[in-house]
């Protein structure tokens, strides 16, 4: 992986380097090389907010914040996940705010701030199951689908209905081709 990243940085490929800076960042956190994983992520959010890619930054401010709590480094962690939800936000990322509200919630819990910890907890599963009832609304008035079951959350928002839709099974049409 690093012969491509030399080979990218070769013809300036800086969107193509900064991913790769990410994917290296990963294989040195699962490695258990935490500072070579943090190098790598800082240098991703760099070259990411050089060419202006919110979500990669977004994405490698997460890593990277996930990185310095594992060193107990709590202060930028809260730093760059506190960052994640608002640029999470901007592009339209429920996922990532879900899940940026949800570390920053663990954060506050592992320091003994519960109260801060469960008002972000409730606010990431309000992004949840906004999320939830945007995808699995039927599309169309012609959908005759019928709900399975009835999924309720008190973290729904007020009137939202979240239901969950089974098609039927529907087995392909298989074609054997004829010599």
């Known amino acids: 992986m690093s012969y ?27 490695r258990g090389n935490l500072s070579q994983a943090e190098a790598r992520y800082r240098e991703a959010v760099q070259v ?33 996940f506190d960052q994640s939800p608002q640029t999470r936000t901007a592009i339209g990322d429920r996922r990532g705010k879900f899940l940026s509200l949800t570390q920053l919630g663990r954060l506050q819990q592992l320091q003994g ?25 039927p599309q169309t008035p012609r959908d005759q689908r019928r709900p399975s079951r009835l999924v309720t959350s008190p973290a729904a928002p007020a009137g939202v209905r979240v239901e969950v839709f089974k098609k039927p099974h529907q087995p392909l049409p298989m074609r054997i081709p004829r010599e």
């Open 113 to 137: 701030n519960f109260r801060e910890a469960l008002e972000l907890y409730t606010a990431a599963n309000r992004e949840m199951a906004g999320l939830l009832y945007l995808l699995q609304v």
């Open 4 to 30: 491509q990243l030399r080979n990218l940085r070769q013809i300036h490929d800086e969107l193509g380097i900064a991913g790769t800076l990410n994917r290296l960042g990963m294989i040195e956190q699962d």
């Open 48 to 80: 990411f907010t050089k060419i202006g890619e919110p979500s990669g930054v977004a994405f490698s401010q997460y890593q990277l914040g996930a990185i310095l709590e594992d060193q107990g480094n709590f202060a930028e962690a809260a730093r760059l």
